[in-house]
Every structure is written in C-alpha cells, then in structure tokens.
C-alpha cells in the first residue's frame, strides 16, 4: 500500500505503456517507465503493486548515480596520485547512522539475530533461475534442481550467473514466483525433476538423494542475489530516458511478489548483495531496504542481507558496511574472481603490482590470504548485543562430469578446499552446480556444528602493514600457457553471455575433448579477471616467467601487444573450429566476433575500462559486428572523455516478438 502523503500518477499512452510518478512530499517528483508491451506480458511479475514499490525506492536513484560517479572519481584521482586506498579516519561517520568507523569496529551497533533458516547453511548453492530462449516449463527446471538439491540454502542469481538478453531478468523473477507459490506448473516440473536427479544419484553415488520431493522442497533457503549498483536496469527507466537502478528493480520485484508467501511459509526474506565498495554504499541499500520494509509494512530488519565482499575497498571497511546495514546484515561472504579484478582495478595505476597466472591466485595467495583473514575476525567481532554474523566461504566451480580420472581429480580437490575452508572458521560455503552439494557437504556434515558464530579470532587492527597485506604479491608463474587460458575463456565467456548464458562450463580451447580436465562453472567475474590481467600483463611490462617453445619467447620477455595479437588470432581460431559442443556453430558469425572485439578493445585501450560487462551490456541482442564495433568505440571515447560509463539500454524501445513468451504462465 501506499503511505498517506504518497501520490501515485499512472499516464498511458501508446509510446509511453506505463509512466509511474511517485510524489512523496519528502523529494521532488520522480518517473519512471517501462518499455511497451513490458506489463501485458509479464503483468504476474511487473504488477502495479511491484511498480509502486519501484516508485516508492525511485528517488534512490540519484544517490546511487552521485555514489557510482564517486567510485569513479576515487579511481581516477588515485591513479593520478598514486595513491593506495587506506582506511578511514575512525571519526568518520558511517552513511547517515551517527556511528563512527571507530564505534562500528568496536561493535558500538545494533546487528541482527541469525534467523534459524540460516543457523545452518553448510553449502549454498548458486545459479540462476531462468534460462535464455526457453519455454516455461523448461526454464524452471533450474528452480526445482535448486530446491531439490539438498544445499541449505540457493543463491538465485539475478547478477553475474543470469544472462540478461531479452527478457531473461524478468523470467527469473516468474519462475522464482512460480516456485515460491508452489504453482501447479512448478510443482509439475518439479516431480519430474526429483525423478532425474534420482537417476543420476543412483549412477554416480549409487544410492537416491529424494525421498519425498514435495518435503524436499521445503529444505532450501531461498536467497537472492540483486544487481549491483554499478547496473542499470533494461526494461525500466528514468522517465527522462536516462538509465534507472537494476539495484532497484530487483529488490522492488522480488521482495514485493515474494514476501507474503515466504512469511506464510516460515521462511525468511534473504538476499545477497554484491559489488559494494564502501560503508556509505552499504548505507544507501540500508536505506532501500528500510523504505521497501515501511512500503510494504513490514517490520525493520525483516530482510535479511549477506554482503558478497567482491571489492578491494570493501575490506578496508568491513566492520563500518556491518554496522550501515545494521539489523538487515547475517553474513559476509569471501569469493575470488571478482575479488582478484578488483585488487587489478584498483591498482592500475601500480606498475608494480602485476599478477600471475589466474590459476596461482587461489585463496592462500598472498593479498587473498589476508582478506579472507580479514573477513572471519570481522564476522566473529560481537555486536553491542554480543552477535556476531556468519561467513559464507567461497566459490566450488567443478563439476562432475567428465572421465573417471577426472571427476576424482575435481572432486578431491573440492573437498580439500571445504575441508580448508571450514578449519579457517567458514560456517559453509557455496556451490555452482546442486550434484556438488553432495560431494562438499559431508565436510560439514562431519563436523556436525550448525555453523561457527563467534569462534575466537584476533581482533581487527587498522595499521599499515595490515593496508600492505591486502596488495601482498608472491612469486608465481606468469607464462604463454596462462595468457592462452586467459584468452580462450575470456573469448568463450563473451560469446556465452551475448548467447544469453551469464554462467556457463568452460575450459581453455587446448583442452577441448580432454575429459580428464573438466568444465569449469565460469560467470562474470571470470570474464572480468581474465581481461583485467591480460590488460596489466600489457601495459606494465610484465615479463613471463617460463620459455614457450611455440612462440619462441623465453623466461623474462616482457608480454607485448604483438604476443597478445598472436595468441588472439590462434585462440579465436581453435574456437571457430571448435565443435557444437564447445561453441554454438550459431554463434561463430554473430556473437564470437563481437566478443573478439570487446576483448581486443578493453586490453589494448591505455585507460583500463572499469567493468568489462558494460561492454558486454550495451551489446546484448545485437549481432551486427559493425554496430558492435561503434558501440565500443562509443563507450571507450565517452570514458575517455569525462569519465561516463554508457549503462543504460541502448535499444530501449518495443519489446520485440522474439522477446515476447506466452502472455501468461499457465496456472491454476
């Protein structure tokens, strides 16, 4: 409902289908449309209700631009300067709170209870919701594979894992509706679903994983992971024609279509929130989140958030984004790729700091090391009510398919990491695929305890030889082999997102037809790292550490533009000769070239470009080289320029009727 000093305006017309104004008597009116057609065929998720929540949160909006021009300004005035990030001045107030930096790390806030469906969270599962291109009942397959997996909890992506051509944002939002309603549809598909994993089950573990699907459904948290501020939504806009929040639009729709249902069920309302860098990032979705609470008269602190800590920066602020979110924050959790691209961005400017092979970064390299460190001493730092908050480990990308060899290979390794994981103090850690959660739960089925909630660490210290720690290098490969699984991904993952598959299995095209060496889960973040190294690798003169006989380099050259071009052109070469299985065929003349040339634009351009996916984004639904070429050209000399990232939708206009599915979902 509305509050009583709300006004709401709805204008249709033919160019403009839904105009909502929402004039509170606190901000100056603000508009927002959406594209024609967009309410008539999604009218169960964009719902006049989910458009006046949208409304209500509209004039966030410009907060969240002045914060993202920050961002930017902050990189650019410490390239200028050469100067690292540090940590804050403990007088500095925390968003709007009153709280200091020092009172948050001394745990002078009030945080939140851990709801019970949280208490245990062994392994959380993540993916998204939806697949690109799919009629219904096949796209919510992926909801009941995540419901019947037997993880704790499932991250439905509405990020770096969902692809977001045509309307695939808004098919996550239905399905995960569907599911959480238990429509008819849902629970058809589901049936047959608990059937299939009961066939694999008994194949690979020899025994069946369901017993009763329907209890089975209820054994999963549903959790979801909204876009970060950095995105701009692609079906709803300023009524200006200037791009609105997708940070917005995803907590309007799917905590207004899901509240009620979750509620009834017993269930909390949880999301994860990614890319945030700094305390007063983390205050303005407090803020989002309270207003949407009020809106939809819920009590404060009823959502409940973890905070993915994906940026370099955020670690220097973990105690202060604790405290900004306040009653909404359960948990941190510790990822690596977008973590890596993070500490390559931000240090651009530092000729000295290059990194490694990707593969060498894992969790106990250097400036890794310390930030996961960082994270579980903030976590068990206790609250003024003695709470403390939980920690979520990292990221399982292996998958068990592959040759017998192989899969034991992987799956060895995966229960390692677990094992590291949860001595280190993570309470449970996260999945790409639901048949890993039968391989990496036992590690904390073993142990037994529901999680590790204020197990004892040392306290947080705020010196500079902590600062020092979180850019530590250490020695490691830096090679062909590197640059060439650094390409063939990077190539491959662009091609998978333009296809509208945001997480996708991949491998280095060299070992293509080798099942010993198995597909790998790669989203976003992968995609991003790989660029940002391949950039450093360029523009500092980084030299290799090894000889490669194929290129005839040696130990010490340094990696130029004329190496990168070579291996371009071969790594794009093995993929275009590549079968169906690796790379669509229907892909070879449409997205494969585009992704080429974003990937040859963002390494040899001098200013590193801020987020890969903005190159990705305004090229989504277009398969014209040419145009591609000119929208890259286009975001490149805008960033040049004044600093502006091109976010919005380019191609805002009709739905077309390639994006249109059926008006309504079948249903009872």
Known sequence: MFNAEDLVILHQDRKNPILMQLVPTHTRPIGIEARDGLTTVYPDVVTPEAMAAISTLA???A????????????????AENHERIGFLPATDIVGRSGITAQDARDGRFTGSEIPADLRRQWVQGTGPAAKPDA????????????????????????????????TMSLDNQRNLKLAIARDPVFSSVAEQVASDMNDWATRFLGHPIIDDWQRQLDVTTKIFRARGLHLDDRHIRSADGSGFSASIVDLALYV????????????????YIPKIQTAEEAALWNDMLCRLEDHLDLGTGTIKTYVLVEQLEASFQLMEIRAALGTHFVGFNTGRWDYINSVADAMAWEPTLVNPNIDAITMTYGYMKAYEDRVRRAVNTPDANGRSALWQGGMEPNIPVGSDEGVATGMARAVAGGEREQRAGASGKWVAHWKMVHIVRPVWERVGEDNQLGREFPPLTYTDEDAAGLLALEPAPRTVRGARDLLSVALQYGNAFGQGMQAAALKPADHFGDDDVLYLMEDMATGEIRLSILWEWIHKGATLTDGDVETATEAGEPFGAELFERLLDEEYDKLLRADDRDVHDDSKQTTLPIARAIVAAYVHNDIKPPWYIDLLNINLD???????VARIERYLGAFRTDRTRITENIDFSPLTNAELPDPQPRSS
């Open 256 to 271: 207004t279509n899901n509240a009620a249902n979750l509620i009834d069920a017993g269930s909390s309302i949880v999301l």
């Open 59 to 61: 004039d966030l909006d």
């Open 63 to 78: 907060r969240r631009r002045t914060l993202m021009a920050a961002r930017i300004e902050r990189r650019a005035l410490r």
């Open 622 to 628: 277009n398969h014209d080289l040419d145009i591609a």
């Open 135 to 166: 009629p219904l009942e096949s796209s919510i397959r992926n909801v009941a594979y995540a419901l019947l997996s037997g993880a704790d909890g499932w991250m439905f992506d509405g990020e770096d894992a969902l692809g977001q051509t045509s």
